[in-house]
């Protein structure tokens, strides 16, 4: 029983991180039919500036919590920003463009790897933890730094739920995905909902790196190994499916968990391809896919 504790444990502080990961994926997809292969870079652009930014802040005599804090904020911030500008002049250009987008986004993503590599340099960094402490649950222990970056990961991926099912905004969203030109002959503005669903899909790359800080060995291409399981869990859930993206986060993060633990982690992530290879062969538009 511990061991099966232990396990969903495990799971539980992969799938939570997964989660926003593969929503942001899904909803860029679901809004402007582009797959982003640049998502990554976004998670990894956070991490490499609080790695710098923090030393820095605490150097100056500011608190290690208040660090992470302010550090949190504004390297998510120039992420945003960074996200707006690659929109405005690249994605933008792209909307709806299968083809055209993947190559913009490959090119995106090995040019930042590139920069990121030259600016910060190749060493992994880590951070020092930020709470002290484990917790029992149901016999299966948990750092308490790594619950709470769980449960406030699942509090986020659950207010976007939130928004996206209840929200004017969040209503405009579904509407273009389902039918943007349906949507734009309602009055809806197709630009301005592309752009907003963009940054909100970059918010939550860059939310779930600032999240992962105090526990990552952060490197210039840790963004790729997200970027790959992202995928693979919308594949997996249905290319454009909210529900779809959370179930598919869920069973990866499952097999990452067991496999790893039963097994070790190559063959986990070989399970994960056919996984995926198998949903596709019997259910081509995923498990929670409809369209």
């Not at 500011?62 to 690249?90: K, N, R």
Request: glycine share 12%; aromatic share 8%.
């Amino acid at each position: 029983m511990d061991i099966y504790a232990q396990l969903l444990m495990n799971s539980l502080q992969i799938s939570a991180v997964y989660i926003l990961f593969s929503l942001g994926l899904t909803l860029i997809f679901g809004v402007m039919k582009v797959v982003n292969f640049a998502h990554g870079e976004f998670f990894t652009l956070v991490l490499l500036l609080m790695s710098v930014g923090i030393p820095m802040a605490v150097g100056w005599n500011m608190p290690l919590p208040l660090a992470y804090l302010f550090m949190g904020l504004l390297s998510v911030g120039c992420t945003l920003l960074i996200g707006s500008l690659l929109y405005q002049f690249g994605f933008k250009r792209f909307n709806r463009d299968m083809v055209g987008s993947f190559v913009l986004s490959v090119g995106l993503s090995l040019l930042l790897q590139g920069l990121f590599l030259e600016a910060f340099g190749g060493a992994p960094r880590k951070l020092p933890g930020l709470i002290e402490g484990t917790v029992n649950i149901l016999g299966g222990a948990i750092t308490t730094e790594r619950l709470v970056l769980s449960v406030a990961a699942l509090a986020i991926a659950a207010f976007m739920v939130v928004l996206i099912a209840s929200t004017k905004l969040g209503k405009a969203l579904r509407a273009v995905a389902e039918d943007h030109e349906a949507a734009m002959l309602q009055g809806i503005p197709y630009k301005r909902i592309a752009l907003a669903g963009f940054l909100i899909a970059t918010a939550l790359a860059a939310i779930a790196g600032a999240l992962m800080a105090p526990i990552s060995v952060i490197t210039p291409v840790i963004g790729n190994d997200y970027l790959i399981r992202g995928f693979i869990a919308i594949v997996i859930g249905g290319l454009g499916s909210i529900p779809g993206s959370i179930l598919g986060s869920v069973i990866i993060a499952l097999i990452d968990s067991v496999g790893g633990y039963y097994f070790d982690p190559s063959i986990a992530t070989i399970s994960m391809f056919v996984v995926a290879g198998l949903v596709l062969l019997i259910r081509p538009k995923g498990l929670l896919g409809n369209g």
